[in-house]
């Protein structure tokens, strides 16, 4: 029962590089969340997904691009990423129709 | 965005004493959930609320939906060791099912605990 898992769980990379976060749900859960947790801002959307093929932006899209070619992965791709981007990220999912949202262990990236 | 004020920020207590803490917001909400945060994990889900006046435990925890649906308190009675971590409140504007379900979250409750 490994329900939803993120890799990886560190992350270092440089300016300028193009960074991919994965994420994996067992549930079979429809809608699937990216957050990002900064001191002083709390958890803050990035990107969600509905349905496998449907996404759409939260909060703070700008810098990230998703896909959701399956229903149980939800990768996030920092396609040249900055320091602005150093963060924990988190990858969150949900039933259809269910209000609770449950999270991944989070990937602590480092953009040098 | 929505804003979601919680207090306190921190808290620094003697274990075995009671804790509370609360999220307010000038907007109504349909559903409150709390989750605690350990360091380097992702947040857990502790109690969900979904109707205002509700009251909800689990275990030494229990949370409330306030009436006006702007407000929601969490207590922990008590408190142990393994208690230390961050709380979370998070509130959902509207749930329809169909769309984003609006999720905003408080910055948390720095809970601490001194032997």
């Known amino acids: 029962d490994a329900g939803i898992t993120q890799s990886p769980r560190y992350k270092i990379t440089e300016t300028g590089r193009q960074v991919t976060l994965m994420c994996h749900q067992t549930w079979s859960h429809s809608y699937m969340f990216w957050y990002r947790q900064d001191l002083g801002h709390g958890l803050r959307l990035i990107y969600y997904?509905?349905?496998?093929?449907?996404?759409d932006k939260g909060e703070v899209p700008d810098g990230y691009v998703v896909s959701r070619s399956k229903t149980e992965n939800f990768p996030l791709t920092l396609e040249s990423a900055t320091r602005s981007q150093t963060s924990v990220y988190f990858c969150a999912s949900r039933f259809n129709r269910g209000r609770e949202q449950f999270f991944g262990p989070g990937t602590r990236l480092t953009v040098l | 965005g929505q804003q979601l004020n919680q207090s306190p920020q921190s808290m620094f207590i003697q274990e075995g004493e009671d804790v509370s803490m609360n999220c307010t917001s000038s907007s109504i909400f349909n559903t409150w959930l709390w989750y605690k945060q350990d360091p380097g994990e992702g947040p857990v889900l502790l109690i969900a609320l979904y109707k205002a006046g509700e009251l909800t435990s689990n275990g030494r925890l229990t949370a409330q939906f306030g009436i006006t649906r702007k407000d929601s308190f969490l207590n922990i009675s008590a408190s142990i060791p393994s208690d230390v971590g961050i709380y979370f409140c998070a509130g959902q504007l509207r749930y329809s099912g169909g769309g984003a379900d609006g999720l905003t979250f408080g910055k948390g409750t720095h809970l601490i605990i001194q032997p």
């Open positions: 997904s509905a349905a496998a093929d449907i996404t």
